[in-house]
């Protein structure tokens, strides 16, 4: 469906599928009347078919073109990385290469304690080896053969 002939209307869609009220658009938009009853017509308008079909499509291209905006931003992020670091603008480099690497990668994960005070105070050093070896396989690691200090 193409736009709607009445500029108007037109106008009252793309205001709702902005985020606007049905009382904040059919104010928005030109439409005469006490504002006071400005809610009320604009229910009736959204109670019009070509209204409802209108917005529907307006929402459908709006999630289509985000998903491509996602991509574009990811492309000119990893542009901005490249030129950060020809410059020697590390700091702005780190952050492109960070943004990248949550995005991309899921690294740099925000850390949070999970228990309360001294919920780990009654675990044997085998039991929080094996707590913490789970939380690793969890995240896709592969810790390797145990280590030790001696």
């Known amino acids: 469906m193409a736009k709607l002939r009445n ?12 985020g606007s009220s049905r009382e904040e658009a059919y104010l928005r938009c030109g439409f005469r009347g006490k504002a006071e009853n400005a809610n009320n017509y604009g229910s009736m308008l959204l ?11 307006l929402l459908n291209n709006s999630a289509s073109r985000a998903e491509i905006s996602r991509k574009e931003i990811l492309e000119r992020i990893a542009e901005d990385w490249d030129t950060c670091r020809r410059l020697g603008q590390m700091s702005s480099a780190l952050k492109a290469g960070e943004l990248l690497g949550r995005e991309l990668h899921k690294m740099f994960t925000e850390r949070k304690e999970i228990g309360g005070p001294g919920d780990f105070d009654s675990k044997s050093e085998e039991e929080l080896k094996k707590i913490v070896q789970e939380g690793i396989k969890e995240l ?5 053969p145990p280590k030790t200090l001696n």
């Open 47 to 57: 109670a019009k078919p070509e209204i409802k079909k209108r917005i529907g499509e």
């Open 140 to 144: 896709g690691w592969d810790p390797g």
């Open 7 to 18: 500029v108007k209307h037109e106008l009252f869609c793309q205001t709702i599928v902005a």
